[in-house]
T-cell receptor, first 112, second 113 residues
Framework: EAQVTQNPRYLITVTGKKLTVTCSQN?????MSWYRQDPGLGLRQIYY???????DKGDVPEGYKVSRKEKRNFPLILESPSPNQTSLYFC???????????FGSGTRLTVV | DAKTTQPNSMESNEEEPVHLPCNHS???????IHWYRQLPSQGPEYVIH???SNVNNRMASLAIAEDRKSSTLILHRATLRDAAVYYC??????????????FGKGTHLIIQP
C-alpha cells in the first residue's frame, strides 16, 4: 500500500531533550515536506526537500532540522525542544510533476 | 503566494450534492488548483486538482471558472464520512523550485443526516 509512515504517533518529552520524528514513504517521491498544525494557526510548512541532499526552509523552520540522505526518508530533528514546539506534526510526499501530496497520519508532540 | 478565499463553514444534507466554492483572484498562470480535506483526527487527504479544465475522479469533481479566478469542488452525493475541513490551495509548480502547500483556514463542511 502506498503510504507515508510517521513515527512515533504520540510523544511526550522534556524541554531540551533531543528528539527525532521519522518519516518514510514507499512511493519513490521526490518531494517531501514537514508541517505543523496548531489551533487557530492551521497547517504551516516547516521544511521541504526536493530530492536527496536538497532541503530548504518553509515558513516556520526555527528550532527544527531535517536531513534527506535517502529518497524515502525525511526525519525531523528537534535538537533542543521547547514547549512552544508542542504541536501536531505531519509529513507529506509528492512525485515530481503534476501530482497531489500524500500525508502521514501525524505525530502529536508534547514538550513539558 | 497567491491566496484563496473560502467560506468558513457550510452545511448540507446527507445524500445531496455539495458545492464548495473557492476564490483565487490573484492566481498565476503556473498555479494548479488543489483541494485537500482533513477528517477529524487525521492528516490532510488529497481530493483533486486541476489547471484549466474541469476534472473528475472517484471522490469529487472540480469545476474551474474560465478566467481561473474561482473554482468549485463538487461532492456529488455527500455522506456523513464527508464531514471534514476542505482546503483549496494554489500550488505553483514550475519544476525544480520551492514547493509545498500553503493552507488557509478552509471550509468546515457539516453533513446533516
Amino acid at each position: 500500500e502506498a503510504q507515508v509512515t510517521q513515527n512515533p504517533r504520540y510523544l511526550i518529552t522534556v524541554t531540551g531533550k533531543k528528539l527525532t520524528v521519522t518519516c518514510s514513504q514507499n512511493m519513490n517521491h521526490e518531494y517531501m515536506s514537514w508541517y505543523r498544525q496548531d489551533p487557530g494557526l492551521g497547517l504551516r510548512q516547516i521544511y521541504y526537500s526536493m530530492n536527496v541532499e536538497v532541503t530548504d526552509k518553509g515558513d516556520v523552520p526555527e528550532g527544527y532540522k531535517v536531513s534527506r540522505k535517502e529518497k524515502r526518508n525525511f526525519p525531523l530533528i528537534l535538537e533542543s525542544p521547547s514547549p512552544n514546539q508542542t504541536s501536531l506534526y505531519f509529513c507529506a510526499s509528492s512525485a515530481l510533476g503534476d501530482y497531489g501530496y500524500t500525508f502521514g497520519s501525524g505525530t502529536r508532540l508534547t514538550v513539558v | 503566494d497567491a491566496k484563496t478565499t473560502q467560506p468558513n463553514s457550510m452545511e448540507s444534507n446527507e445524500e445531496e450534492p455539495v458545492h464548495l466554492p473557492c476564490n483565487h483572484s490573484t492566481i498565476s498562470g503556473t498555479d494548479y488548483i488543489h483541494w485537500y480535506r482533513q477528517l477529524p483526527s487525521q492528516g490532510p487527504e488529497y481530493v483533486i486538482h486541476g489547471l484549466t479544465s474541469n476534472v473528475n475522479n472517484r471522490m469529487a469533481s472540480l469545476a474551474i471558472a474560465e478566467d481561473r479566478k474561482s473554482s468549485t469542488l463538487i461532492l456529488h452525493r455527500a455522506t456523513l464520512r464527508d464531514a471534514a475541513v476542505y482546503y483549496c490551495i494554489l500550488r505553483d509548480f514550475q519544476g525544480g523550485g520551492a514547493d509545498g502547500l500553503t493552507f488557509g483556514k478552509g471550509t468546515h463542511l457539516i453533513i446533516q443526516p
